[in-house]
């Protein structure tokens, strides 16, 4: 009988895939138990001969999309092929590090009607830079273990959770397009119905997330032009950004002198000021900065993408 379901959400990632499924193979003790659902969102590296040529011992489903359709829907998908009581979810860029399986199992003992969200680092063999480890820092990464993770600071990459309440919840927003806003809607959706979010962060992944620092700034931008002003929508006096409201992002905490106060910070989140930041941000591994420049660089441009949504 398949009690839990390992679902790998894919794109483009055979190469990563690969050493995913063995490690998987080698922690997993009880196969009957077990099953792993690949979901692959029209991916043209070939996936879909590498799966259909696999010899794996743990039972496979392979459900390939014949068009990109996005993470939310993919997600989705892999879902709904499920048919554990139980569900951990990797992204294809992740690599389950030697006690991940373990880890959640665990976890589900001791939060059986949580969620459980475990934590991911960049390969040791990988040049670290200094936004890097900013971004590694962030939200629940810095969290003892087992800690209540707050809703805002969900991610879908590495988490687990019962079936029953991802269908409780219909599962991702597909309204959600392009990358981020999914997770953190998910997240304050769960911390609205009551349901924990556990830090785990012995259930580990090694994340081969290969982007380069303009790369990234531009997606944080994107995410400002379409996922956030619908996130905010969605979730009406949630607080999304702590500092949201030095940049001028709504805020429902904001009153007149927080207002005053961003009106007077204007210029220095103008056009200008963030194109030296990130050129800056490129000089000797952003030696100059520290994590208020680094907050300021990124969210300074996901809230200039959100004044030009209506553009």
């Known amino acids: 009988m398949i009690n839990y379901s390992i679902v790998i959400s894919t794109y483009n990632q055979v190469e990563t895939l690969k050493p995913a499924l063995e490690s998987l193979r080698r922690q997993i003790k009880n196969p009957k138990a077990f099953e792993i659902v690949i979901a692959d969102d029209a991916s043209s590296d070939g996936t879909a001969d590498y799966v259909r040529k696999l010899r794996y011992p743990i039972f496979l489903k392979y459900s390939r999309s014949e068009t990109n359709q996005g993470r939310a829907k993919n997600r989705n998908r892999g879902f709904e092929k499920a048919a554990g009581e139980w569900l951990i979810f990797i992204d294809g860029d992740m690599v389950p590090g030697p006690d991940f399986v373990e880890s959640y199992l665990s976890a589900w003992e001791a939060f059986p009607n949580g969620v459980?969200?475990?934590?991911?680092?960049?390969?040791?063999?990988?040049?670290?830079?200094?936004?890097?480890?900013?971004?590694?820092?962030r939200g629940r990464l810095g969290m003892a273990p087992e800690a209540r993770v707050p809703g805002k600071y969900f991610t879908s990459g590495n988490f687990?959770?019962?079936?029953?309440?991802?269908?409780c919840l219909g599962g991702f927003d597909t309204s959600f397009e392009g990358w981020g806003?999914?997770?953190?809607?998910?997240?304050?959706?769960?911390?609205?119905?009551?349901?924990?979010?556990?830090?785990?962060?012995?259930a580990f992944c090694l994340h081969y997330h290969k982007k380069s620092l303009p790369e990234v700034i531009d997606e944080y931008e994107r995410f400002g032009q379409s996922g956030y002003p619908l996130l905010i929508k969605k979730h009406p006096g949630q607080t999304i950004f702590e500092k949201g409201w030095l940049l001028g992002l709504p805020d429902s905490t904001t009153g007149p002198a927080r207002t005053g106060v961003s009106l007077l910070l204007w210029p220095l989140r103008s056009g200008p000021v963030l194109g030296l930041l990130r050129r800056l941000a490129g000089v000797k591994d952003a030696a100059l900065f520290n994590d208020f420049l680094f907050d300021w660089l990124f969210y300074g441009h996901l809230a200039k993408g959100y004044r030009r949504r209506a553009r």
């Open 160 to 167: 687990s959770i019962k079936k029953a309440t991802l269908k």
């Open 181 to 202: 806003g999914e997770d953190t809607d998910f997240g304050l959706r769960l911390e609205a119905k009551n349901i924990s979010l556990n830090f785990i962060p012995k």
């Open 116 to 137: 459980s969200l475990g934590s991911y680092g960049h390969p040791t063999e990988w040049k670290s830079s200094r936004w890097h480890r900013y971004l590694e820092s």
